[in-house]
């Protein structure tokens, strides 16, 4: 049965099957020399509009951690939304890997950060005992299931502009940010002074490996030695490379993102039909919040139903994927209304 609790339950799509299978057709040189990664990264730079450098590692949590770690010295700081995955959800790894580096959470609304959180952190204090704030990170889409547009994306450029931050961003869900926002890659990265992306494949469609874009190629210089030495260095790195060529050909990232998006939208309408249900955030991706009773959450656990209610401000979080079905919805509703 399909589940909602994240959108990483769901399997490979066919176009990175399909890429996996030809990957596997021969011998090509390893660690990143091959024909695929060349490839994949000049689509990137047609894709983004910009002659960005190109990573690839093996998950979300290794990507952020290393792109934060490239511009943080031990003791600067990263400033985040509460609710970032790299608060909440990373075990420490971006401390671990800048080597101490601390993260400062700011208040927002809805997921996101704003010019007046990431100053009022920045204002908190501007002595030595305060580790130095050098990077404001922002998700794209949150972990809210919201997503920052482009002026609220030019309000962060405009506070790390005046306090001398670079912007990363956290891209887990980036595909499902551009299908609601209908703007280009361009348009919500550099183009808002955004200097490192880190794009997730896996809850898109592929079944491992995400890439680090970094726009300005200063920045990276010396990143694949970081690669090597953090153990995310793909010595088959085709495999990863391959998966992505096959979700960018004919846009299917982009499909796929609206896809989970339309799904959400779904069940949001559905939910919100029935008059006892709390939505909690307005849905701009792929993900419902919704605050269930215990003993509705108990039965519908009792009925197979797997959903975390840990993520964010509390609630439950249903999470569509890039092949979550009509039916899938349905069932849930039906068991869902047989609980109330
Ligand atoms: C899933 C996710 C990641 C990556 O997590 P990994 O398990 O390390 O791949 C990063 N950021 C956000 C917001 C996520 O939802």
Redesign the pocket.
């Known amino acids: 049965m399909q589940q909602f609790a ?3 339950y769901a399997g490979m799509c066919p176009e990175a099957l399909a890429y996996l299978e030809k990957a596997n057709g021969g011998h090509v040189p390893a660690y990143g020399e091959d024909p695929y990664t060349e490839e994949v990264c000049e689509r990137f730079r047609e894709i983004f509009k910009h002659d960005c450098e190109v990573f690839f590692v ?7 951690s290393l792109a934060l770690s490239t511009y943080c010295k031990p003791y600067h700081s990263v400033i985040c939304s509460e609710f ?3 608060e909440t ?2 075990c420490g ?1 971006p401390e671990f890997f800048s080597h101490g580096s601390k993260i400062l959470t700011a208040a927002g609304e809805q997921g996101r950060l704003g010019y007046e959180g990431i100053a009022s952190v920045v204002h908190k204090r501007s002595d030595v005992h305060y580790p130095k704030p050098k990077v404001v990170s922002v ?1 794209q ?3 809210l299931g919201t997503v920052y547009d482009v002026n609220q994306l030019r309000n962060v450029q405009r506070a790390a502009q005046d306090f001398d931050l670079k912007i990363h961003m ?4 980036f595909a499902n940010a551009l299908a609601e926002l209908k703007a280009t890659p361009a348009e919500i990265t550099h183009e808002v002074g955004v200097d490192v992306l ?1 794009l ?1 494949g ?2 898109n469609g592929l079944a491992v490996g ?1 890439a680090v874009i970094f726009f300005n190629r200063d920045d990276a210089a010396e990143f694949d030695y970081r690669c090597k030495q953090s153990g995310q260095l793909a010595s088959k790195m085709r495999f990863i490379s391959a998966q992505w060529l096959g979700i960018l050909e004919n846009d299917a990232w982009l499909k796929y993102g609206e896809h989970a998006n339309n799904c959400a939208i779904q069940l949001e309408s559905e939910l919100k039909k029935i008059d006892e249900l709390e939505l909690l955030f307005p849905r701009q991706a792929n993900s419902v919040f919704v605050n269930l009773p215990e003993h509705v959450r108990n039965g519908l656990a009792a009925k197979g139903w797997r959903f975390y209610t840990f993520i964010g401000a509390g609630g439950v979080r249903l999470m569509c994927s890039w092949n979550t079905q009509p039916e899938s919805i349905t069932n849930f509703i039906r068991d869902l209304k047989g609980l109330l």
Do not use: L, V, W, Y
């Open positions: 994240s959108d990483n093996f998950n979300g949590t290794a990507a952020n970032a995955h790299i959800d990373e790894a998700t889409a949150t972990e956290d891209g887990a869900r880190c997730g896996t809850k995400d």
